[in-house]
């Protein structure tokens, strides 16, 4: 068993920044996949960004290159999306999502390859 608890969401002004943390617990181990998520009301869960737990390796979605980054923390078992030049289109609940498979290329963006998942922390991004 993996638990997975975000923080760090809260409402903020277009243009400014968030940074999110995901701290995973329980039956863990370093080389797996992390990968946050969000969902707006009335839209499809859809990917966000990924990292690789062995070498660190990050995949994004290209709606949010450039402006965020994902990062992790190994000693704390804790994974990061800093968010930055927030837009409103942004605004969705934001979900960590983590597998034991090392997910490369396209996989990593499936939430279907992934078997934990966060309770999710709201994200509102005000015009």
């Known amino acids: 068993q993996v638990q997975l608890v975000e923080s760090g969401g809260g409402l903020v002004q277009a243009g400014g920044s968030l940074r999110l943390s995901c701290a995973a617990s329980?039956?863990?181990?370093?080389?797996?996949?992390m990968g946050w998520f969000r969902q707006a009301p009335g839209k499809e869960r859809e990917f966000v960004a990924a990292i690789r737990w062995d070498d660190g390796s990050t995949d994004y979605a290209d709606s949010v290159k450039g402006r965020f980054t994902i990062s992790r923390d190994n000693a704390k078992n804790t994974v990061y999306l800093q968010m930055n030049s927030l837009k409103p289109e942004d605004t969705a609940v934001y979900s960590c999502?983590?597998?034991?498979?090392?997910?490369?290329?396209?996989?990593?963006?499936?939430?279907?390859?992934?078997?934990?998942w966060g309770q999710g922390t709201q994200v509102t991004v005000s015009s």
């Open positions: 329980g039956r863990t181990f370093r080389s797996y996949t």
């Open positions: 999502a983590s597998t034991s498979l090392l997910l490369r290329s396209r996989l990593s963006s499936s939430p279907l390859n992934y078997n934990a």
